[in-house]
């Protein structure tokens, strides 16, 4: 067996895929933000190049399958050529967005790519059977049954990685796919479990080691914090060793979301102010890699109504002081409110639409709904449909402030999309209504 040796686990490349939600506005760096999924690859090329590793290996999602771009196929097939001159094999597979689709059939990838095959499990040797590599590629998009049950036995006297995309035992956050428990892979007797598909890191056992990298780069304010690869040293002179995992950080833009509380802010200026000392934090913290942050105002509080009532012109505040204190360095996602009054006050609804919504809300965000046990997030597909159609019913009675918080409903069709959006009408509503007794 090999005395030793160093390989990169990375997946959910997601090559040339956009990222989603950013609002422009002027002197925003789309070209950075655009291309912030290729200068991730290129940091994936140069960490194995560096290090001079065995091999890499990427779990699924190279590129998403219904970007038809031959630009982000030559572009991928040229970064990992790097890696053929310093003679560093990549072996990969096919997950539900990169499954046989007309780009994988085009892409011609250099000979130190090779990706296993989606027929039935494959076993590929490296440095003459001191390693073995087994996994499988997803034939199509969906793949729904245990690919692992056909895995085959390890080999004696070989180091053994299996490779996956999968949701593995389920996860909130993405489709079911290629499902199996962590004693499905435990028993196979592998020495390491390279995953793919879920973009949040996770270690999900240490003996063996069973690791989601996560992507290299996050796509959207759901996707925060640190993204990267794992750098995985092995002492395979010493088996009773568990191999050594080093998180290498790899993306070049940072989603963060950061909370503001209310509580004991009087005015905008209170506010802004406490904006501007956060910020300076977050820059410090931020070094040379930009951040796309998502501010969110929180709590209860007397500013709740000056935030609502004001709300453009807070945030072009705040898009003033981040970019005044980041130079160039700190961009605004987006800033939402989820905010209430200083005295809490139940909302007092008469019966009709306005009534049969909150009912529902409150059914969803508590995940009490009849049927919640068969959705993630408590919303069932009847809901969803109910409180779209409440909605839609309720546009035009209300205030151009909350209609336009509205105007896009038809694009929430799942149920976190949604459950956001419902989090933040609450709130406008209950103003509404106040006011509306006020002046009664």
Same mark, same amino acid.
């Given at each position: 067996?090999?005395?030793?040796? !160093?390989?990169? #686990?990375?997946?959910?490349?997601?090559?040339?895929?956009?990222? #989603?939600?950013?609002?422009?506005?002027?002197?925003?760096?789309?070209?950075?933000?655009?291309? =912030?999924?290729?200068?991730?690859?290129?940091?994936?090329?140069?960490?194995?190049?560096? *290090?001079?590793?065995?091999?890499?290996?990427?779990?699924?999602?190279?590129? @998403?399958?219904?970007?038809?771009?031959? *630009?982000?196929?030559?572009?991928?097939?040229?970064?990992?050529?790097?890696? $053929?001159?310093? @003679?560093?094999?990549?072996?990969?597979?096919?997950?539900?967005? @990169?499954?046989?689709?007309?780009?994988?059939?085009?892409?011609?990838?250099?000979?130190?790519?090779?990706?296993?095959?989606?027929?039935?499990?494959?076993?590929?040797?490296?440095?003459?059977?001191?390693?073995?590599?087994?996994?499988?590629?997803?034939?199509?998009?969906?793949? $729904?049954?245990?690919?692992? =049950?056909?895995?085959?036995?390890?080999?004696?006297?070989?180091?053994?990685?299996?490779?996956?995309?999968?949701?593995? !035992?389920?996860?909130?956050? #993405?489709?079911?796919?290629?499902?199996?428990? +962590?004693? @499905?892979?435990?028993?196979?007797?592998?020495?390491?479990w390279a995953l793919g598909h879920i973009h949040t890191r996770r270690v999900v056992a240490t003996q063996p080691p069973i690791v989601f990298p996560g992507n290299i780069q996050g796509r959207s304010s759901r996707e925060?914090? =640190?993204?990267?690869?794992?750098?995985?040293?092995?002492?395979?002179?010493?088996?009773?060793?568990?191999?050594?995992?080093?998180?290498?950080?790899?993306?070049?833009? $940072?989603?963060?979301?950061?909370?503001?509380?209310?509580?004991?802010?009087?005015?905008?200026?209170?506010?802004?102010?406490?904006?501007?000392?956060?910020?300076?934090?977050?820059?410090?913290?931020?070094?040379? *890699?930009?951040?796309?942050?998502?501010?969110?105002?929180?709590?209860?509080?007397?500013?709740?109504?000056?935030?609502?009532?004001?709300?453009?012109?807070?945030?072009d505040e705040i898009r003033g002081i981040l970019s005044d204190v980041g130079q160039g360095a700190l961009w605004l996602e987006k800033f939402k409110r989820k905010t209430t009054p200083a005295q809490d006050q139940e909302l007092r609804l008469e019966e009709g639409p306005l009534g049969e919504m909150r009912a529902v809300i409150d059914g969803i965000l508590t995940g009490d709904s009849a049927e919640s046990a068969a959705k993630t997030?408590?919303?069932?597909?009847?809901?969803?449909?109910?409180?779209?159609?409440?909605?839609? /019913?309720?546009?035009?009675?209300?205030?151009?402030?909350?209609?336009?918080?509205?105007?896009?409903?038809?694009?929430?069709?799942?149920?976190?999309?949604?459950? /956001?959006?419902? /989090?933040?009408? +609450?709130?406008?509503?209950? $103003?509404?209504?106040?006011?509306?007794?006020?002046?009664?």
């Amino acid at each position: 067996m090999e005395s030793g040796f !160093e390989f990169i #686990h990375a997946a959910d490349i997601h090559l040339d895929s956009p990222l #989603h939600g950013l609002a422009r506005y002027d002197d925003f760096p789309v070209r950075l933000f655009r291309d =912030a999924p290729r200068a991730a690859l290129r940091g994936l090329v140069q960490l194995a190049l560096d *290090r001079a590793v065995a091999f890499v290996l990427i779990a699924g999602d190279l590129y @998403d399958g219904q970007w038809d771009d031959s *630009r982000t196929g030559i572009f991928l097939s040229e970064q990992l050529g790097r890696l $053929r001159e310093a @003679d560093i094999p990549v072996v990969a597979i096919h997950g539900n967005h @990169d499954a046989s689709t007309r780009m994988t059939r085009h892409i011609r990838f250099p000979p130190n790519v090779h990706f296993l095959g989606s027929e039935r499990p494959e076993t590929y040797p490296l440095r003459n059977g001191r390693i073995a590599i087994h996994g499988q590629s997803f034939a199509r998009q969906e793949a $729904r049954d245990n690919l692992v =049950a056909t895995y085959p036995a390890p080999i004696a006297g070989a180091f053994n990685i299996g490779m996956l995309h999968t949701s593995l !035992e389920g996860s909130r956050e #993405h489709d079911r796919y290629a499902p199996c428990g +962590v004693q @499905d892979l435990v028993r196979l007797g592998y020495d390491y479990w390279a995953l793919g598909h879920i973009h949040t890191r996770r270690v999900v056992a240490t003996q063996p080691p069973i690791v989601f990298p996560g992507n290299i780069q996050g796509r959207s304010s759901r996707e925060t914090g =640190a993204k990267g690869a794992y750098l995985v040293s092995v002492d395979a002179a010493h088996p009773q060793i568990e191999p050594r995992l080093e998180f290498h950080e790899l993306d070049v833009v $940072r989603w963060a979301t950061w909370e503001v509380a209310i509580g004991g802010l009087e005015t905008l200026d209170d506010f802004l102010a406490h904006v501007r000392q956060e910020a300076s934090r977050w820059r410090e913290e931020s070094g040379d *890699r930009v951040v796309a942050l998502r501010l969110i105002a929180t709590g209860a509080g007397e500013l709740h109504g000056k935030l609502a009532a004001d709300t453009a012109r807070c945030e072009d505040e705040i898009r003033g002081i981040l970019s005044d204190v980041g130079q160039g360095a700190l961009w605004l996602e987006k800033f939402k409110r989820k905010t209430t009054p200083a005295q809490d006050q139940e909302l007092r609804l008469e019966e009709g639409p306005l009534g049969e919504m909150r009912a529902v809300i409150d059914g969803i965000l508590t995940g009490d709904s009849a049927e919640s046990a068969a959705k993630t997030k408590g919303a069932t597909e009847g809901d969803l449909a109910l409180v779209r159609d409440l909605l839609d /019913e309720l546009r035009n009675k209300l205030p151009k402030e909350l209609e336009r918080e509205l105007e896009t409903v038809e694009q929430w069709s799942d149920p976190e999309s949604l459950r /956001e959006l419902l /989090e933040e009408t +609450v709130p406008f509503l209950q $103003r509404f209504i106040q006011q509306s007794e006020e002046r009664a």
